[in-house]
């Protein structure tokens, strides 16, 4: 085995490099965004309409406080206030959960109108509003997928706080799981927009 | 009289946990990078054997001893795992991982448990890749390339191959956070920026573009395998998408892979010059900066691949002349390892033949990517045989040959043991020609307009193809020599001390093969620059 | 850099936090009301220059970059050039076929 050593600085920034490459795995979705919506203004307007504007924002608003509960969750923990870190991050769960759900309905009903890659309606509509819902399905879709992974994750931790295994001395965990989860919602403050509010 | 008891083992027998699970479980960076080489290598002679056998097809125009089908997958299949499970990690995953952490002075990289998940990263996308030629209705046919709309289309395993190539693009990725993070925080004590090794500087580089380039492959491969499950028409220009945006996504990543390839390999070469001419590295910010410098111009050039696509003239126009600037560093390189040799006290040892025939090689290689550059040139030059000896010339004459350097170099270290010199070099004399008469064959065939992946060829093109592959089987028995070499060497060569070679760096500087934690109790502390031979007196063996 | 210096970061007071929250909530309000006014193509830069607003805040202060060391932000900076060249010069292309 390894020596043991302990870098607290450098766990976190290896975080940081490791978000940057989401990052960069969600900007070729958005490059193919901007191409297509360069090349069918119109289309991706109509298509935008299609969308329901309250579930997007409700779920805009859902992450942008699940995004402050779990900040609020480090500061809790390194105040020593373990009580308080681990119902904060229960409840930065609950939101994601929330989110999940609210995608199921919109999703649910968007596949029920026959919107779905690949289907035949959809290709009817023309190649403008196939291109946008394609991009929609894979982006989102990736989004929920690291939605998923991001809450497991702060699951997983908010247990080891429990535990004892996370303390007010040691938290990097509890960090590197946070920074994952203000990825996920940074990635939507982007998604938001450019699928649901194009006019 | 040499000495051939290996007394003290170091790290393969001083470990926590015995057995195979010591190794399987180890987070011990020296571990884990001899499990790599293991794999590593045997991954390469699978490749070198396909490669073997696309040539004995084109010994004759027609079919000779497989069916165009069969061709296809043959060359996919050799470019797969030669680019992804040999070039690829070669060099970073493992003589990065042998060596960075001892030439920082360090005792092991900053995540070594992710260090040990990047290798089953790569076990898991090696089985993959196994499973995909294999299974099913075989072997993908597409190119290592994966081009929409036929590898959308095609029943052959494209989406399981998709999948081996994303996780050995997770291996790299992981491994690139690791090298980037030990660089910056472990340190020892004494060692600057300007006292690192220039295979630390190279290996930095290389890390950063893994980080930011292999990501953009995993998207495209994530999105190849939702639409050959979902038919959504991504890139159906039918259905709204653009096939040329896959190549775009795609090249965004597999151009700065190349200098994924090389940059460890021109890092393995500013190792040895120095120590073999017994100077120091000249113009070491030079050299250190031009390494990250081509990691950012190797981000700029990708659609220079895609002259011949039908993107815009303006598009054009940018990638050729953004790719002659990046040439500019690599010659920067070239310059001062020749500068290094004069008035130099050479030794031609095995190592140092390699990184002169790498230098040789690659600078044939880089000439060669100039001519493509131009985008009037590469119209016609595009998809030809010039094409295949070019890449050839950079990535196995290149970076092939700074392998077999590091493998000569530090096989020593990190075995304890010295393989036989003689035979060394008569097999990298039959490899150096056996490899130039191949691909400079090519280059001319290329010229002269015969097209790569045809199984088959105009009976003009005969001649050069009969000569290249004969030349094929003088490298075949060049490698086989080496191989057996070295592995002799390994087993029962003439046991070495600290510092066989006379080098300068910290890796030198403890025992053969190191001990677990490298530096004993004692973390280091380094007051002397990485090629500064005064003092420093090669062991005999 | 030696790993044994770790100085423990301070920690964000709740109320930071929770008026930053403020702020993110109002910039969402402002995306939807000003996506329903017709701009015409200015609608989609606005559109990202807010969420590049939002996205700062969440940056610096929710994910505590404005705390972290310089190489941090550095990091940052190589991130944001590599994908402005990534999608720059794909529209080289793109704007001109």
Redesign the interface.
Same mark, same amino acid.
């Given at each position: 085995m390894s020596i043991e050593h302990r870098d607290d600085t450098g766990a976190r920034f290896g975080m940081w490099l490791f978000l940057y490459t989401e990052v960069i795995l969600f900007s070729g979705l958005f490059i193919l965004y901007a191409v297509s919506l360069a090349r069918h203004p119109h289309e991706f307007a109509e298509a935008s309409h299609k969308l329901n504007i309250y579930f997007g924002t409700v779920n805009t608003l859902v992450l942008l406080t699940s995004s402050l509960t779990i900040a609020l969750a480090i500061t809790a923990i390194q105040r020593n206030k373990i009580r308080q870190t681990i119902i904060l991050s229960v409840i930065t769960i609950v939101l994601a959960i929330v989110f999940l759900i609210n995608k199921y309905f919109e999703w649910s009903a968007e596949i029920g109108h026959g919107i779905y890659p690949g289907s035949e309606h959809l290709a009817e509509m023309g190649p403008g509003i196939t291109v946008f819902f394609n991009l929609y399905y894979f982006t989102a879709g990736l989004h929920g997928l690291h939605v998923l992974i991001g809450s497991s994750l702060i699951g997983v931790v908010a247990i080891l706080v429990a535990k004892g295994k996370v303390t007010s001395d040691r938290y990097t965990l509890l960090e590197n799981s946070a920074l994952y989860w203000h990825l996920v919602d940074l990635v939507w403050i982007f998604l938001f927009p450019l699928y649901y509010l194009i006019l | 009289m040499t000495e051939t008891t290996l007394t003290n083992k170091g790290f393969y027998t001083d470990?926590?946990?015995s057995g195979i699970l010591g190794w399987l479980l *180890?987070?011990?960076?020296k571990r884990i990078g001899i499990m790599y080489l293991c794999c590593i290598l045997a991954m390469f002679i699978v490749a070198a054997c396909l490669g073997l056998l696309i040539r004995l097809e084109l010994i004759a125009p027609g079919v000779t001893i497989m069916k165009a089908q069969t061709y296809n997958a043959t060359f996919t299949v050799h470019g797969i795992i030669m680019i992804f499970l040999f070039i690829i990690p070669s060099v970073p995953a493992a003589f990065g991982n042998l060596v960075l952490p001892i030439q920082l002075g360090a005792?092991?990289v *900053?995540?070594?448990k992710?260090n040990l998940l990047s290798w089953y990263c790569y076990v898991i996308g090696a089985i993959l890749a196994v499973v995909a030629i294999f299974s099913g209705d075989g072997a993908p046919d597409t190119g290592w390339t994966f081009y929409v709309p036929f590898s959308t289309q095609t029943h052959t395993n494209v989406s399981l191959a998709a999948l081996a190539a994303f996780m050995l693009g997770m291996s790299s =990725?992981l491994t690139?956070?690791?090298f #980037?993070?030990t660089i910056?925080?472990?340190?020892a004590?004494g060692m600057t920026w300007g006292r690192l090794p220039m295979f630390v500087w190279s290996l930095y580089a290389t890390a950063?573009i893994q #980080?930011?380039?292999?990501?953009?492959l995993? =998207?495209?491969l #994530?999105?190849v395998i939702?639409e050959r499950t979902? @038919? +959504? @028409?991504?890139f159906d220009?039918?259905?709204? @998408?653009?096939p #040329?945006?896959f190549q775009?996504?795609f090249w =965004?990543y597999s151009h700065p892979a190349v200098y994924i390839m090389i940059l460890p390999g021109m890092g393995v070469i500013s190792e040895i010059i120095p120590t073999f001419a017994r100077k120091p590295l000249f113009g070491y910010w030079a050299v250190a900066v031009s390494s990250l410098t081509i990691a950012f111009a190797g981000?700029?050039v990708? +659609?220079h691949h895609m002259y011949t696509s039908?993107?815009?003239?303006?598009?054009i126009l940018?990638?050729s002349f953004l790719t002659f600037i990046v040439a500019i560093p690599s010659a920067i390189k070239v310059f001062n390892w020749i500068t290094t040799l004069y008035k130099g006290s050479i030794q031609l040892a095995p190592p140092m033949l390699f990184a002169l025939g790498f230098i040789f090689n690659f600078s044939i290689g880089g000439l060669g990517g100039l001519a493509l550059g131009a985008a009037a040139a590469d119209i016609h030059l595009h998809d030809t045989y010039f094409v295949v000896g070019h890449f050839h010339y950079t990535m196995f004459g290149g970076l092939g040959f700074a392998f077999f350097a590091a493998l000569h170099y530090w096989l020593p270290k990190y075995t304890g043991r010295m393989y036989n010199h003689r035979i060394a070099v008569i097999a990298f004399a039959l490899l150096f020609v056996g490899f130039n008469v191949t691909y400079m064959a090519m280059q001319a065939v290329g010229i002269q307009g015969m097209p790569r992946r045809y199984y088959d060829y105009l009976p003009e093109f005969t001649t050069l193809n009969v000569v290249a592959t004969l030349g094929s089987w003088v490298m075949a028995i060049g490698l086989i020599m080496m191989f057996y070499n070295l592995w002799r060497g390994v087993r029962k060569g003439a046991v070495v001390g600290n510092n066989p070679w006379g080098a300068a760096t910290l890796e030198w500087q403890i025992p053969s093969p190191p001990p677990m934690?490298n530096f004993g109790p004692e973390d280091p502390v380094v007051t002397k620059g990485p090629y500064d031979f005064k003092g420093v007196v090669a062991d005999e063996y | 850099m030696s790993a044994h210096e770790e100085h423990k970061h301070e920690p964000v007071p709740y109320r930071t936090f929770v008026l930053i929250w403020v702020a993110l909530l109002i910039l969402t309000v402002v995306t939807v009301v000003v996506s329903r006014i017709h701009l015409g193509a200015l609608n989609i830069w606005v559109a990202l220059v807010i969420a590049s607003c939002k996205s700062s805040l969440v940056i610096f202060i929710f994910m505590h970059l404005k705390q972290e060391s310089r190489l941090f932000k550095l990091g940052l900076l190589t991130l944001l050039v590599i994908l402005a060249i990534f999608v720059g010069l794909t529209f080289t292309d793109i704007l001109y076929r």
């Amino acid at each position: 085995m390894s020596i043991e050593h302990r870098d607290d600085t450098g766990a976190r920034f290896g975080m940081w490099l490791f978000l940057y490459t989401e990052v960069i795995l969600f900007s070729g979705l958005f490059i193919l965004y901007a191409v297509s919506l360069a090349r069918h203004p119109h289309e991706f307007a109509e298509a935008s309409h299609k969308l329901n504007i309250y579930f997007g924002t409700v779920n805009t608003l859902v992450l942008l406080t699940s995004s402050l509960t779990i900040a609020l969750a480090i500061t809790a923990i390194q105040r020593n206030k373990i009580r308080q870190t681990i119902i904060l991050s229960v409840i930065t769960i609950v939101l994601a959960i929330v989110f999940l759900i609210n995608k199921y309905f919109e999703w649910s009903a968007e596949i029920g109108h026959g919107i779905y890659p690949g289907s035949e309606h959809l290709a009817e509509m023309g190649p403008g509003i196939t291109v946008f819902f394609n991009l929609y399905y894979f982006t989102a879709g990736l989004h929920g997928l690291h939605v998923l992974i991001g809450s497991s994750l702060i699951g997983v931790v908010a247990i080891l706080v429990a535990k004892g295994k996370v303390t007010s001395d040691r938290y990097t965990l509890l960090e590197n799981s946070a920074l994952y989860w203000h990825l996920v919602d940074l990635v939507w403050i982007f998604l938001f927009p450019l699928y649901y509010l194009i006019l | 009289m040499t000495e051939t008891t290996l007394t003290n083992k170091g790290f393969y027998t001083d470990s926590p946990r015995s057995g195979i699970l010591g190794w399987l479980l *180890s987070t011990d960076h020296k571990r884990i990078g001899i499990m790599y080489l293991c794999c590593i290598l045997a991954m390469f002679i699978v490749a070198a054997c396909l490669g073997l056998l696309i040539r004995l097809e084109l010994i004759a125009p027609g079919v000779t001893i497989m069916k165009a089908q069969t061709y296809n997958a043959t060359f996919t299949v050799h470019g797969i795992i030669m680019i992804f499970l040999f070039i690829i990690p070669s060099v970073p995953a493992a003589f990065g991982n042998l060596v960075l952490p001892i030439q920082l002075g360090a005792r092991d990289v *900053s995540f070594p448990k992710v260090n040990l998940l990047s290798w089953y990263c790569y076990v898991i996308g090696a089985i993959l890749a196994v499973v995909a030629i294999f299974s099913g209705d075989g072997a993908p046919d597409t190119g290592w390339t994966f081009y929409v709309p036929f590898s959308t289309q095609t029943h052959t395993n494209v989406s399981l191959a998709a999948l081996a190539a994303f996780m050995l693009g997770m291996s790299s =990725i992981l491994t690139g956070i690791n090298f #980037v993070t030990t660089i910056h925080r472990l340190r020892a004590k004494g060692m600057t920026w300007g006292r690192l090794p220039m295979f630390v500087w190279s290996l930095y580089a290389t890390a950063w573009i893994q #980080v930011l380039a292999t990501p953009m492959l995993g =998207i495209t491969l #994530v999105l190849v395998i939702l639409e050959r499950t979902f @038919g +959504a @028409g991504l890139f159906d220009a039918a259905r709204g @998408g653009d096939p #040329v945006m896959f190549q775009h996504l795609f090249w =965004i990543y597999s151009h700065p892979a190349v200098y994924i390839m090389i940059l460890p390999g021109m890092g393995v070469i500013s190792e040895i010059i120095p120590t073999f001419a017994r100077k120091p590295l000249f113009g070491y910010w030079a050299v250190a900066v031009s390494s990250l410098t081509i990691a950012f111009a190797g981000s700029l050039v990708w +659609a220079h691949h895609m002259y011949t696509s039908g993107m815009s003239d303006f598009a054009i126009l940018v990638f050729s002349f953004l790719t002659f600037i990046v040439a500019i560093p690599s010659a920067i390189k070239v310059f001062n390892w020749i500068t290094t040799l004069y008035k130099g006290s050479i030794q031609l040892a095995p190592p140092m033949l390699f990184a002169l025939g790498f230098i040789f090689n690659f600078s044939i290689g880089g000439l060669g990517g100039l001519a493509l550059g131009a985008a009037a040139a590469d119209i016609h030059l595009h998809d030809t045989y010039f094409v295949v000896g070019h890449f050839h010339y950079t990535m196995f004459g290149g970076l092939g040959f700074a392998f077999f350097a590091a493998l000569h170099y530090w096989l020593p270290k990190y075995t304890g043991r010295m393989y036989n010199h003689r035979i060394a070099v008569i097999a990298f004399a039959l490899l150096f020609v056996g490899f130039n008469v191949t691909y400079m064959a090519m280059q001319a065939v290329g010229i002269q307009g015969m097209p790569r992946r045809y199984y088959d060829y105009l009976p003009e093109f005969t001649t050069l193809n009969v000569v290249a592959t004969l030349g094929s089987w003088v490298m075949a028995i060049g490698l086989i020599m080496m191989f057996y070499n070295l592995w002799r060497g390994v087993r029962k060569g003439a046991v070495v001390g600290n510092n066989p070679w006379g080098a300068a760096t910290l890796e030198w500087q403890i025992p053969s093969p190191p001990p677990m934690d490298n530096f004993g109790p004692e973390d280091p502390v380094v007051t002397k620059g990485p090629y500064d031979f005064k003092g420093v007196v090669a062991d005999e063996y | 850099m030696s790993a044994h210096e770790e100085h423990k970061h301070e920690p964000v007071p709740y109320r930071t936090f929770v008026l930053i929250w403020v702020a993110l909530l109002i910039l969402t309000v402002v995306t939807v009301v000003v996506s329903r006014i017709h701009l015409g193509a200015l609608n989609i830069w606005v559109a990202l220059v807010i969420a590049s607003c939002k996205s700062s805040l969440v940056i610096f202060i929710f994910m505590h970059l404005k705390q972290e060391s310089r190489l941090f932000k550095l990091g940052l900076l190589t991130l944001l050039v590599i994908l402005a060249i990534f999608v720059g010069l794909t529209f080289t292309d793109i704007l001109y076929r």
